[in-house]
């Protein structure tokens, strides 16, 4: 008998995880438990959002600073609306001074109250300004909306948006989370047809509680399919029931990206690590 040979192991799906620049120290302190947690996945990257006109910056470089010293890759949101050239000049350099290879560039909102202004207008602009200036110093990520970006004119003029990034020279796509891996697929095969092959990995937002999700969604235009809608409220305040309900909706959700073959996974942490883990768990990352 011939000796069997041993198959090679399958590459191993990559992970990334998001999080928020907390408000106080306790919610610093918080954070810092949840990372370690959530660094035994081994992640590619954490990213650190960004507030509205840059609000939070300086909470967003600290927790990115931080996540560099921990000794993990660390990408910065970088939103643009009512910046200017030299002001993203200065942040650019500050970061790459830090040690950050790597963006999620955003157009972004203004605070409210606030009227348009800047020398940026759209995500695209700011993707070209830092190849300029920079060259291929950072990996950029761009954003991408498979229910289509809820100021878009059409579906259409949404996916022209999203090649003008690319072509500016994005690398790489993070989505906005959903619930419906047909609209990933099609999201992905309509790039696929415009020449594009950068790869768009999915965002999951696991289910901690039914009326922030909803309030969420409705605020980012996510479609929260009626079944679950209905099924979250029909809960109550039974949040155990809520969120094991969840962990089955969205460990089946990533099941269908990853056949499908999304290239990886981008969680929405909300800075707690017990469902992102659960789901990790679940799909054997």
Sequence with gaps: MNARTPQAAAPRLPVSFEFFPPKTAEGVDRLRTVRAQLYQRRPQFCSVTYGAGGSTQEGTFAAVR???A??????SHFSCIGATRDSVRAQLAELKAMGVRRLVALRGDLPS??????????????????????????HIEVAAYPEIHPQARSAE?????????????????????????????RFVDDVRRMGLDVPVVPGIMPILGATQLMRFSDACGAEIPRWIRLRLQGFGDDTASIRAFGLDV?????EQLVQAGAPGLHFYTMNQSAATLALCERLGL
Aim: hydrophobic fraction near 45%.
């Design 70 to 75: 921990e000794g993990m890759d660390a990408a």
């Design 250 to 254: 969205v460990t089946r959700l990533c």
């Design 157 to 185: 003029a949404d996916l022209q948006a999203f090649a003008t990034k690319v072509r500016a020279g994005a690398d790489s796509a993070i989505t906005q989370y959903f619930f419906n891996a047909d609209a990933y697929q």
């Design 113 to 138: 109250g606030y009227g348009v202004g800047g020398e940026f207008h759209y995500a695209s602009d700011l993707v070209a300004f830092i190849r300029a200036e920079t060259g291929r110093d950072f």
């Design 66 to 68: 931080e996540i560099l």
